[in-house]
């Protein structure tokens, strides 16, 4: 079964980072690119950014470049968004996602159940 | 960057009825548009990509069309499972920008 599990959201203050995690399975992971979208609440979807299959194109939404890195490890088949400098307009539930090919530039087939970043004073 | 617009943003319809939801780009994308299902409390799933193409498994009351800057969804014979919110995507270029989105309720 394909299958995303995010990990590592919490409760941080402004100013502060924090990293998410996602385990994939059920693909070879190494031969799609992945994404990191998200949805504050009550309101509709936004990409963040996404990786190719090769991991050697990354791509960041204008409102997380300079303070959002993205990355992926094959050993692990786990994908990463590095997120630094949080502002209280980054809480959102954050979805990772697998795209139909290794081009980030696809349509997103698969998604995890996504993990809640709340950014608060 | 290229904006998604969708209307209507909200729409209530009975079982039965044809539903068309409409998404424009406000520059050319090709056929490079996606068009995904969020159901209440739910994770969002692909229901169409390459503006025209089923993904396997969606039912065939779904369809797209357009290519250029206007897009269509449109649901043939509406069901109660398909309330939801509606979205389109375009993935030409990065940045992938979401519409706004479109509620769809059984009247």
């Known amino acids: 079964e394909v299958q995303l599990v995010e990990s590592g959201g919490s409760l941080v203050q402004p100013g502060q980072s924090l990293r998410l995690s996602c385990a994939a399975s059920?693909?070879?992971?190494?031969?799609?690119?992945m994404s990191w979208g998200r949805q504050a609440p009550g309101k509709g979807l936004e990409w963040v950014s996404g990786?190719?299959?090769?991991?050697?194109?990354?791509y960041y939404a204008d409102s997380v470049t300079g303070r959002f890195t993205i990355s992926r490890d094959e050993s692990k088949n786990t994908l990463f968004l590095q997120m630094n400098s949080l502002r209280v307009e980054d809480t959102a539930v954050y979805y990772c996602?697998?795209?139909?090919?290794?081009?980030?530039?696809?349509?997103?087939?698969?998604w995890g159940q996504g993990t809640m970043v709340t950014v608060s004073p | 960057d290229i904006q998604m617009t969708q209307s209507p943003s909200s729409l209530s319809a009975s079982v039965g009825d044809r539903v068309t939801i409409t998404c424009r780009a406000s520059q050319g994308i090709n056929n490079y548009l996606a068009w995904y299902q969020q159901k209440p409390g739910k994770v969002p799933q692909l229901l169409i990509h390459?503006?025209?193409t089923l993904l396997s498994g969606v039912p065939s009351r779904f369809s797209g069309s357009g290519s250029g800057t206007d897009f269509t969804l449109t649901i043939s014979s509406l069901q109660p499972e398909d309330v939801a919110t509606y979205y389109c995507?375009?993935?030409?270029?990065?940045?992938?920008?979401f519409g706004q989105g479109t509620r769809l309720e059984i009247k």
């Open positions: 059920g693909f070879t992971f190494n031969t799609y690119a």
């Open positions: 990786i190719s299959g090769s991991g050697a194109n990354t």
């Open positions: 390459a503006a025209s």
């Open positions: 996602a697998k795209s139909l090919s290794s081009y980030v530039t696809d349509g997103f087939d698969i």
């Open positions: 995507q375009k993935y030409n270029s990065a940045p992938l920008t």
